[in-house]
């Protein structure tokens, strides 16, 4: 099946493996929670069992350093695609509203970005991630 429509998430590479997936977890939970047809339907299993739905669509994860991730910040920008993102300064807090504090502190150029994750046309989101390899 194809989509319409591209969820990417951006990680940088130099992160422990902890960091890299909770970074990717709070990322699709951005999208899920921004784009709630990318939703699907809850899961049941052969005994009854319900189980929570899922994003419905594929989501590739690409690796980037610093200035990579900074690059695909901009271009998301200037393509109207607002994304959800992640700063090392977030993995010293304890909170959702912390998170927002230590992001709220910094100018947009001086943030030192883990993360990114947006969800746009596939022809958009091609262009933002343009050069970038998949996270490996």
């Known amino acids: 099946m194809q989509f319409d429509t ?31 047809p990318c939703v699907g339907e809850p899961y049941q ?9 899922l994003i419905g669509q594929p989501i590739l994860i690409y690796g ?21 993102l992640y700063t090392e300064d ?8 912390a998170n927002r504090e230590v992001v ?10 883990v993360g990114l994750a947006m969800r746009a046309e596939r022809k958009v989101i091609d262009k933002i991630v343009d050069g970038l390899k998949f996270h490996s």
């Open 6 to 36: 591209k969820i990417a998430v951006v990680i940088r590479t130099d992160l422990e493996a902890w960091q890299k997936l909770n970074v990717a977890s709070f990322l699709a939970g951005g999208i899920a929670a921004s784009f709630p």
């Open 45 to 53: 299993d052969g005994s009854g069992t319900r189980y929570l739905p």
């Open 64 to 84: 980037a350093d610093r200035p990579q991730l900074s690059r695909a910040l901009e271009r998301a920008l200037a393509r109207d695609v607002r994304p959800a």
């Open 90 to 97: 977030m993995f010293r807090t304890t909170h959702d509203a």
């Open 104 to 113: 709220r502190a910094v100018a947009r150029a001086d943030l030192n970005l």
